[in-house]
């Protein structure tokens, strides 16, 4: 009997660790795929730049003035999904704003400094809302 439950404990344990590693694969494979998305935006906005401009200096700087431009309309489309919904995951944030994880984490550490957002918990269970003051203003 020992032998029987050790044994379904083993395979259950298995089953468990496969779903997980599976899980995790399919949220990297997803994450992936957000960041070859906004490298393949960025590309056509350089393509677009390139193409309208005589020369690379002013091309550059009209790419670079589009991407600042980008960034600040996802922050501020981030801003609003917050004053809707009580709290968002860095995760939810990439989801929604269909941005890598790590480009969520930055637009949500630039919010956090400007005061406009705030963080509570540390990790997996990390949470994000607006700061009192913008729900204030709002």
Known sequence: MPFILLTIGFILGFAFALYVGNWASREKRKDLER??????????????????????????????QKVSALVES?????????????????????????????????????LIDAGKVEQKGSGRATRYWLAQEDLANL
């Open 35 to 64: 960041f070859e998305r906004e490298i393949e935006q960025e590309r056509l906005l350089m393509e677009q730049c390139e193409s309208s401009c005589s020369d690379r200096a002013s091309a550059f700087e009209e790419f670079n």
């Open 74 to 110: 996802r922050k501020e489309k981030l801003l609003e999904l917050l004053a809707k919904k009580e709290s968002l995951s860095s995760t939810q944030v990439a989801d929604l704003l269909e941005v890598s994880q790590r480009t969520a984490l930055r637009y949500l550490s630039e």
